[in-house]
Nanobody, 123 residues
Framework: EVQLQASGGGLVQAGGTLRLSCAASGFTFDDYAIGWSRQVPGKEREGVACFSTYDGATYYSDSAKGRFTISKDTAQNTVYLQMNSLKPEDTSIYYC????????????????WGQGTLVTVSS
């Protein structure tokens, strides 16, 4: 059973930083695309960042480029999202996401996702 346990969300002021963590289990870590999606209640989920299954290259959404950095610790089956220069529009529930199809992570509808962690950025 695929399990994705996200943590690290919280309340931060605009311009601040947060680091999200995701502990993954139930699948071979390097065989899946893994990353982060986010969703504001009532809106569509969007892909934020992910690692490719093919070459380990990273993808970032336009809103994440230059501010967010995805990283992973394969030995610990953990993926991180370092978020810098946070903006109020980054306020959302952030989900750790995984699947065999990277494109689904990029488009915001991954095959698997965890329970989410809330990030609130105050202005």
């Amino acid at each position: 059973e695929v399990q994705l346990q996200a943590s690290g969300g919280g309340l931060v002021q605009a311009g601040g930083t947060l680091r999200l963590s995701c502990a993954a289990s139930g699948f071979t870590f390097d065989d899946y695309a893994i990353g982060w999606s986010r969703q504001v209640p009532g809106k569509e989920r969007e892909g934020v960042a992910c690692f490719s299954t093919y070459d380990g290259a990273t993808y970032y959404s336009d809103s994440a480029k230059g501010r967010f950095t995805i990283s992973k610790d394969t030995a610990q089956n953990t993926v991180y999202l370092q978020m810098n220069s946070l903006k109020p529009e980054d306020t959302s529930i952030y989900y750790c996401a995984a699947g065999l199809h990277e494109i689904r992570l990029r488009l915001g509808f991954p095959e698997y996702w965890g329970q989410g962690t809330l990030v609130t950025v105050s202005s």
